[in-house]
C-alpha cells in the first residue's frame, strides 16, 4: 500500500508559470488537505476537502486552486507562481466526516523553488 | 479555529520524560487534540489523539485536563531519535477545514 504519493518530489519554477502538484492517495479517504511550510515554521492550511466534490478554503488560500473530482486525486494548481509560494506542500488525508475523530496521514512532500 | 501554542524548543537528555504543553484556550466542544511527530524532509506522522483526561498508547502518553484549554504530550525515556518537531492539532472531526496546527517546538535530545 503506498499510501499518500506527492509528484513531483520538487521543482523550480519561474515566477508567472503555472504549476500543478498531484497528490494520490490509495486508502479511499474522505478527507483531503494540502498545507505549506515555509522554512522553519509550522503548516498551514492551503485548501481542504471533505468529500469528492466539495472543497474548502483554509488559512491561506490565496494564489491557489484545488478540485477533487474523484476520491484519490486533490491536485493543487499555482495558476500564476510568485516568490512568496516558495515552499514545502504536504498533502494529507484522513478518513472523517463526522464519524469520530480522525488522523492524518502526509505525503513526503513536494518542494517548490519560485524564482 | 482554536489557535494553538506551543514553546519553540526543548533540550532533554536521553533516558529522561519529556512534556510539551500545548495551549488552545478557545477549542470548541467537537475538537479532538492531536499531536504530530515532523522528522527533517519528511511529513508529519500521527502519535497520539485524545479529547479528554488521559490517553497512553505505545510511544505517549496525552494528559488533557478538564477545561481542555491545554493538553500535555509526555514521551517517557527519550532517546536520540526522538529528536524532532512536534506539533499539536486541535480539529474538528466533522469538518476537516477547521483544523489548526501549532507552529510545533523543536525537541532536541542530547546523550
Known amino acids: 500500500i503506498a499510501g499518500i504519493t506527492q509528484a513531483p518530489t520538487s521543482q523550480i519554477l519561474a515566477a508567472g508559470r503555472r504549476m500543478t502538484l498531484r497528490c494520490t492517495q490509495d486508502m479511499r479517504h474522505n478527507a483531503m488537505y494540502w498545507y505549506r511550510q515555509d522554512l522553519g515554521l509550522g503548516l498551514r492550511l492551503i485548501h481542504y476537502?471533505?468529500?469528492?466534490?466539495?472543497?474548502g478554503k483554509g488559512e491561506v488560500p490565496d494564489g491557489y486552486s484545488v478540485s477533487r473530482a474523484n476520491t484519490d486525486d486533490f491536485p493543487l494548481t499555482l495558476a500564476s507562481a510568485v516568490p512568496s509560494q516558495t515552499s514545502v506542500y504536504f498533502c494529507?488525508?484522513?478518513?472523517?466526516?463526522?464519524?469520530?475523530?480522525?488522523?492524518?496521514?502526509f505525503g513526503p512532500g513536494t518542494r517548490l523553488t519560485v524564482l | 479555529l482554536a489557535k494553538t501554542t506551543q514553546p519553540i524548543s526543548m533540550d532533554s537528555y536521553e533516558g529522561q520524560e519529556v512534556n510539551i504543553t500545548c495551549s488552545h484556550n478557545n477549542i470548541a466542544t467537537n475538537d479532538y487534540i492531536t499531536w504530530y511527530q515532523q522528522f527533517p524532509s519528511q511529513g508529519p506522522r500521527f502519535i497520539i489523539q485524545?479529547?479528554?483526561t488521559k490517553v497512553t498508547n505505545e510511544v505517549a502518553s496525552l494528559f488533557i485536563p478538564a477545561d481542555r484549554k491545554s493538553s500535555t504530550l509526555s514521551l517517557p525515556r527519550v532517546s536520540l531519535s526522538d529528536t524532532a518537531v512536534y506539533y499539536c492539532?486541535?480539529?474538528?472531526?466533522?469538518?476537516?477545514?477547521?483544523?489548526?496546527f501549532g507552529d510545533g517546538t523543536t525537541l532536541t535530545v542530547k546523550p
Open positions: 476537502s471533505n468529500t469528492a466534490g466539495t472543497t
Open positions: 485524545g479529547y479528554k
Open positions: 492539532l486541535v480539529g474538528d472531526y466533522t469538518n476537516a477545514g477547521k483544523s489548526t
Open positions: 494529507a488525508s484522513s478518513d472523517s466526516g463526522g464519524r469520530g475523530p480522525d488522523t492524518q496521514y
